[in-house]
T-cell receptor, first 117, second 115 residues
């Protein structure tokens, strides 16, 4: 059963803590993305990776970090430097072009809702 | 930079009617434009993609048009049903020519179909 999974579904963080959000896909997609969604706003791109072992900053990368050591995995760490981390985080993947972007649709995971206590 | 606007935050229609949602962009014409559906608390689901050289695309009860002169895409749901109630997102390539393959998303239009 192919798809993209995110865990946990809900995450609570104390101020000053780093937390890591998991994203796994078994679609054999090259490209993976992290977005943040806030009420009344569109999805905003945090980081993206077009191929394993490579990733690029998106529009709002400050306070976040990622890694892409395996094709199927793209974890996101929300660091204590992120001043307003409470949001709905979405991971997505697309076929990509082995490092060359293509105009393919993105497949999204179910999301992780992060709340700072 | 490219800006994208979905001109209605919410749209309420009666079951059986056609819902029409609008997506406008303000800068360069995108190489392609996509529409997604998002239900509350869930990730978006891809619906349709239309390329810059296509005027119209259809899929079952869905129709998308792309007018590069008006810098606008229209998304139609014919014979709407309560199950069509959701937020619909417009997305287009975030840089000229789409070379990065990244998308910029609109804020979405929340559609409510009343029985």
């Amino acid at each position: 059963d192919g798809g993209i999974t995110q865990s946990p579904k809900y995450l609570f963080r104390k101020e000053g803590q780093n937390v890591t959000l998991s994203c796994e896909q078994n679609l054999n997609h090259d490209a993976m993305y992290w977005y943040r969604q806030d009420p009344g706003q569109g999805l905003r791109l945090i980081y993206y990776s077009q191929i394993v072992n490579d990733f690029q900053k998106g529009d709002i990368a400050e306070g976040y970090s990622v890694s892409r050591e395996k094709k199927e995995s793209f974890p996101l760490t929300v660091t204590s430097a992120q001043k307003n981390p409470t949001a709905f985080y979405l991971c997505a993947s697309s076929i990509g072009g082995g490092g060359r972007p293509t105009y393919n649709e993105q497949f999204f995971g179910p999301g992780t809702r992060l709340t700072v206590l | 930079s490219q800006k994208i606007e979905q001109n209605s935050e919410a749209l309420n229609i009666q079951e059986g009617k056609t819902a029409t949602l609008t997506c406008n962009y303000t800068n360069y014409s995108p190489a392609y434009l996509q529409w997604y559906r998002q239900d509350p608390g869930r990730g978006p689901v891809f619906l349709l993609l239309i390329r810059e050289n296509e005027k119209e695309k259809r899929k079952e009860r869905l129709k998308v048009t792309f007018d590069t002169t008006l810098k606008q895409s229209l998304f139609h749901i014919t014979a709407s049903q309560p199950a069509d109630s959701a937020t619909y997102l417009c997305a287009l390539d975030s840089d000229y020519g789409g070379s990065q393959g990244n998308l910029i998303f609109g804020k979405g239009t929340k559609l409510s179909v009343k029985p």
